[in-house]
């Protein structure tokens, strides 16, 4: 049984949690067919320096995603699988880091293993362990500079490796997705000063001599990044400076410009605003089956107070100041402090405590939510699946979460004990977890707008345009991957630019129902008479005439990108 608590064990559980449906699942849009289609156009091109999407250069991240993605092509085949799987690569080699990181703080084999379990099956990490998107090998190389920063710290290993291996990991983490390489391990390095100075302001002598000596440790941690700065920046410049010369300039103006600073300051697509509170509420859904355990581990590390701990709670914490007055708000940019939650966890988890009023009140929330919000979707669900044909795909989707969200809050429960019968539900919980997703992910497939469009229309060639369905899953599942210079390339339009006779074929909303729009309530009323969030059909026709409306093929299907359910026809 101890050799399942090993980089081993955490192999099985990567593969066990992370693999099942990547395949079957579709590409989310926008981002997911936004990297993949980039990465075959790069490949298609002979491109290594900068991408392209849709014939057209594309800035938001650096090239690494693209690199891996590449590789992965070449391996498995252009489809979702192959687009999917460094970021599955990447939260398993994190889960590795943190079982040697644990256990180089002193831990046992079944607690360093808890650290890489608990990261491999927090809600946040299933969900985008499962994306073709850039986070991964970011938090990987962070986890990784994070490890060797606190072996410098500690004196361990060879200086001169350490800072080696320190300059490879910010080059890389910024190749993954640019400044945060830097910016989470030093705003953690930042805190972590400040914790050791508060604590320094009324302690007696033996205490400030002791303090004086973790600060000279912290200062080795931050004289190494300094001196790493330099070298790192020169390796993402081999890459870096091609590329804005290719691009005048334009490559850092709009990455750096745009997706960074310009996210900052203004809140991308208008998404809400939270300051300070956001990250602090949107933690307890997304840490789930683990969230009832953050009050403990979080009250038992500042109790702790060894330098370990105030390192590891640095770490988590900078994320969060990073980010909590970042216009643009989502859930996953928390996620580079996890793996120092689980950790925290690995080292508190064995210790007992009593938590005050606040803490068991975030512990029942944290129970009570994946219940009741999987109970609310089953309810909803079967309630829709007697709405006809097209409804019950949908029904039977809704359904699937809501039992996917109920596996969860099972998992959540029987982690607060520790008997035998609780590893027993913890276990089986998961698998249905596991059953209930493979269900979901066939329905969203079987359901997907895009897909049913690309069933309908084929792959056609020429220029194709797109009124109020703007996804650039088009892109991606219009594409047959055989002959480049047959691909069509999208023109995204509003319904009034679009221009009748002129393009090889036009796919424009017909009618949609915004599941964020008060159209949905008589969903939750069950009214049958449902009114519409948009209807396009008398516009159409004034494009394109009666006739021919009337006689295109309309196909009907789920837009997971805008929530909504659409019904779009197909004008040849």
Same mark, same amino acid.
């Given at each position: 049984?101890?050799?399942? !608590?090993?980089?081993? &064990?955490?192999?099985?559980?990567?593969?066990?949690?992370?693999?099942?449906?990547?395949?079957?699942?579709?590409?989310?849009?926008?981002?997911?067919?936004?990297?993949?289609?980039?990465?075959v156009?790069?490949?298609?091109?002979?491109?290594?320096?900068?991408?392209?999407?849709?014939?057209?250069?594309?800035?938001?991240?650096?090239?690494?995603?693209?690199?891996?993605?590449?590789?992965?092509?070449?391996?498995?085949?252009?489809?979702?699988?192959?687009?999917?799987?460094?970021?599955? +690569?990447?939260s398993?080699?994190?889960?590795?880091?943190?079982?040697?990181?644990?256990?180089?703080?002193?831990?046992?084999?079944?607690?360093?293993?808890?650290?890489?379990?608990?990261?491999?099956?927090?809600?946040?990490?299933?969900?985008?362990?499962?994306?073709?998107?850039?986070d991964?090998?970011?938090?990987?190389?962070?986890?990784?500079?994070?490890?060797?920063?606190?072996?410098?710290?500690?004196?361990?290993?060879?200086?001169?490796?350490?800072?080696? +291996?320190?300059?490879?990991?910010?080059?890389? *983490? !910024?190749?993954?997705?640019?400044?945060?390489?830097?910016?989470?391990?030093?705003?953690? /390095?930042?805190?972590?000063?400040?914790?050791?100075?508060?604590?320094?302001?009324? =302690?007696?002598?033996?205490t400030?001599?002791?303090?004086?000596?973790?600060?000279?440790?912290?200062?080795?941690?931050?004289?190494?990044?300094?001196?790493?700065?330099?070298?790192? +920046?020169?390796?993402?410049?081999?890459?870096?400076?091609p590329?804005?010369?290719?691009?005048?300039?334009?490559?850092?103006?709009i *990455?750096?410009?745009?997706?960074?600073?310009?996210?900052?300051?203004?809140? #991308?697509?208008?998404?809400f605003?939270?300051?300070?509170?956001?990250?602090?509420?949107?933690?307890?859904?997304f840490?789930?089956?683990?969230?009832?355990?953050?009050?403990?581990?979080?009250?038992k590390?500042l109790?702790?107070?060894?330098?370990?701990?105030?390192?590891?709670? %640095?770490?988590?914490?900078?994320?969060?100041?990073?980010? %909590?007055?970042? =216009?643009?708000?989502?859930p996953?940019?928390?996620?580079?402090?996890?793996? =120092?939650? !689980?950790?925290?966890?690995?080292?508190?988890?064995?210790?007992?405590?009593?938590?005050?009023?606040?803490?068991?009140?975030? $512990?029942n929330?944290a129970?009570?939510?994946?219940?009741?919000?999987?109970? +609310?979707?089953?309810?909803?669900?079967?309630?829709?699946?007697? $709405?006809?044909?097209?409804?019950?795909?949908?029904?039977?989707?809704?359904?699937?979460?809501?039992?996917?969200? #109920?596996?969860?809050?099972?998992?959540?429960?029987?982690?607060?004990?520790?008997?035998k #019968?609780?590893?027993?539900?913890?276990?089986? %919980?998961?698998?249905?977890?596991?059953?209930?997703?493979?269900?979901?992910?066939?329905?969203?497939?079987?359901?997907?707008?895009?897909?049913?469009?690309?069933?309908?229309? &084929?792959?056609?060639?020429?220029?194709?345009?797109?009124? *109020?369905?703007?996804?650039? %899953? /088009?892109?991606?599942?219009?594409?047959? !991957?055989?002959?480049?210079?047959?691909?069509?390339?999208?023109?995204?339009?509003?319904?009034?630019?679009?221009?009748?006779?002129?393009?090889?074929?036009?796919?424009?909303?017909? $009618?949609?129902?915004?599941?964020?729009?008060?159209?949905?309530?008589?969903?939750?009323?069950?009214?049958?008479?449902?009114?519409l =969030?948009?209807?396009?059909?008398?516009?159409?026709?004034?494009?394109?005439?009666?006739?021919?409306?009337?006689?295109?093929?309309?196909?009907?299907?789920?837009?997971?990108?805008?929530?909504?359910?659409?019904?779009a026809?197909?004008?040849?």
């Amino acid at each position: 049984m101890n050799k399942l !608590f090993s980089p081993l &064990g955490l192999t099985l559980l990567a593969i066990l949690a992370l693999i099942p449906g990547i395949w079957e699942l579709p590409l989310v849009d926008r981002d997911e067919p936004r990297f993949s289609h980039a990465t075959v156009e790069m490949i298609d091109r002979g491109e290594w320096a900068v991408p392209y999407f849709n014939d057209e250069y594309r800035f938001d991240k650096p090239p690494l995603t693209y690199w891996w993605m590449r590789a992965n092509f070449a391996a498995f085949g252009i489809n979702e699988f192959g687009a999917r799987m460094h970021s599955v +690569l990447s939260s398993w080699l994190v889960a590795i880091a943190l079982f040697f990181f644990a256990r180089r703080l002193g831990l046992d084999r079944k607690m360093a293993f808890l650290a890489g379990a608990g990261w491999l099956t927090a809600l946040q990490v299933l969900i985008h362990s499962r994306l073709a998107v850039a986070d991964m090998p970011l938090i990987l190389f962070i986890v990784l500079a994070m490890s060797t920063l606190h072996k410098v710290m500690h004196g361990v290993g060879k200086a001169w490796l350490n800072y080696l +291996l320190l300059t490879l990991w910010f080059a890389l *983490g !910024f190749l993954a997705k640019g400044p945060l390489a830097y910016a989470i391990p030093e705003t953690a /390095l930042l805190v972590l000063f400040g914790i050791l100075w508060w604590k320094g302001r009324k =302690a007696d002598d033996a205490t400030k001599s002791g303090l004086l000596e973790q600060r000279s440790q912290v200062w080795r941690a931050q004289k190494a990044v300094l001196i790493t700065l330099v070298p790192s +920046l020169s390796l993402v410049a081999i890459w870096g400076i091609p590329a804005l010369i290719d691009t005048e300039g334009a490559y850092f103006g709009i *990455g750096i410009g745009k997706h960074v600073v310009e996210r900052g300051t203004g809140a #991308m697509n208008k998404r809400f605003f939270l300051p300070g509170l956001y990250y602090f509420l949107i933690i307890i859904p997304f840490l789930l089956p683990w969230t009832a355990q953050l009050p403990a581990t979080l009250k038992k590390s500042l109790k702790a107070g060894s330098l370990d701990t105030h390192f590891l709670l %640095s770490w988590l914490a900078a994320p969060f100041l990073v980010f %909590s007055f970042y =216009a643009t708000q989502l859930p996953h940019y928390i996620l580079p402090g996890y793996p =120092a939650f !689980f950790l925290l966890l690995a080292l508190t988890y064995r210790e007992g405590i009593v938590l005050g009023k606040f803490g068991r009140i975030v $512990r029942n929330i944290a129970l009570a939510l994946p219940a009741v919000l999987g109970l +609310l979707l089953i309810v909803i669900g079967l309630s829709q699946a007697t $709405r006809g044909r097209e409804a019950l795909d949908l029904a039977l989707l809704v359904t699937l979460l809501g039992g996917v969200m #109920m596996s969860l809050a099972i998992v959540g429960a029987s982690l607060m004990r520790r008997e035998k #019968m609780a590893r027993i539900a913890t276990i089986s %919980s998961f698998a249905s977890f596991t059953v209930f997703f493979l269900l979901a992910t066939a329905v969203a497939r079987k359901s997907h707008l895009t897909l049913r469009l690309q069933e309908a229309a &084929g792959y056609p060639a020429g220029t194709l345009a797109a009124a *109020g369905y703007k996804e650039p %899953s /088009l892109v991606w599942y219009f594409d047959d !991957f055989q002959d480049k210079e047959k691909r069509g390339i999208w023109s995204f339009r509003n319904l009034d630019e679009l221009t009748p006779d002129q393009d090889g074929l036009t796919i424009a909303i017909k $009618r949609r129902w915004r599941i964020d729009d008060e159209s949905w309530l008589p969903l939750l009323t069950l009214k049958k008479d449902i009114p519409l =969030a948009d209807d396009n059909t008398a516009e159409l026709e004034t494009l394109f005439g009666k006739e021919r409306v009337d006689a295109a093929k309309v196909v009907s299907g789920w837009s997971p990108a805008t929530s909504s359910w659409i019904e779009a026809v197909i004008i040849e």
